[in-house]
């Protein structure tokens, strides 16, 4: 499937950027002569107001901004919140624990599959994301999965499910007391290294994403600000995981104090980015409402 949007009969494509073979925002000319802006994050977050349904579009507009228990995008940011609180709750305990709790423990695993939940639906997201540049009032059937591999928003949130899969893997592995030092390498340590690895480099691309370059500062976007709080976080949770390592000699982990403070820290970050997605899809809905009114 091709990475651009796709284009209503007499419309014209005037230009088109993105970060290396992606296509992330083009600027189109409509028939009238008018020149619209397509940008992939924008369109996947405006939801309802891109169907070309005006009902259901003034209907989205009409709900509170933290409260909308039928949107999937609510539910992401919710799940997210929640995994990313018990992240940094349960680091911040490991740290003053004086010794190791059964509790903080179980508290990073929900974490995980409160994480690995939230992903999948921005997965499903960007599988089901409106192709079209313009409201024509087409409906796309859901669909569980796709294989997309040239658009960038499908390839982010593939890699950050894969990643909370080995989160899981890891903290449900810490649950077991009584490994030796080579186990608890190979079966906590390692796959908290992949999981960090695949959030570093799902952050990036949807930081690339946002920016439609690798490297952006645009400090009065929200969405920016969102996407760069999440490739901080994950660079926190790389540090962390680092840290974590546990040395044969002495059976402890190289600091502790940089693998429970990275954690934390890049927990508070996935919380504030995962909040601040509640008001991004309100921003992203009214532009998309205001565009499709004037069409």
Not at 214 to 243: D, E, H, K, P, Y
Request: glycine fraction near 8%; include cysteine.
């Amino acid at each position: 499937m091709s990475t651009q949007a796709d284009v209503p009969k007499g419309w014209e494509r005037v230009s088109a950027e993105g970060p290396g073979p992606f296509v992330t925002t083009e600027l189109l000319r409509r028939p009238d002569g008018r020149l619209v802006r397509w940008r992939s994050r924008g369109q996947r977050k405006a939801g309802a107001s891109r169907t070309g349904d005006a009902a259901a579009a003034r209907a989205a507009l009409s709900e509170p901004v933290w409260w909308r228990p039928r949107r999937r995008g609510w539910w992401m940011s919710v799940l997210f919140s929640l995994g990313s609180l018990c992240f940094a709750v349960a680091a911040i305990a490991a740290q003053w624990a004086s010794n190791p709790r059964p509790s903080i423990d179980v508290t990073f695993f929900v974490g995980s599959l409160l994480f690995t939940s939230a992903a999948y639906l921005q997965y499903s997201e960007a599988v089901n994301a409106e192709r079209g540049s313009a409201a024509d009032g087409r409906r796309v059937h859901w669909r569980p999965v796709s294989w997309e591999p040239r658009r960038i928003d499908w390839l982010a949130s593939l890699i950050q499910l894969v990643g909370t899969i080995f989160f899981n893997i890891s903290t449900f592995a810490a649950m077991k007391h009584g490994l030796s030092t080579h186990q608890v390498n190979a079966r906590v340590w390692a796959p908290d290294v992949f999981g960090s690895i695949c959030f570093l480099l799902s952050s990036e691309l949807a930081y690339a994403e946002v920016c439609h370059r690798w490297i952006c500062l645009r400090g009065g976007s929200l969405s920016w600000r969102i996407v760069a709080l999440n490739l901080l976080g994950s660079i926190a949770f790389g540090a962390a995981a680092i840290a974590s390592l546990t040395e044969p000699s002495s059976g402890e982990p190289v600091s502790a104090r940089i693998a429970n403070g990275g954690t934390a820290f890049g927990g508070v970050c996935f919380l504030i980015a995962a909040l601040a997605l509640m008001p991004e899809a309100r921003i992203e809905e009214s532009a998309a409402h205001s565009a499709s009114s004037d069409i």
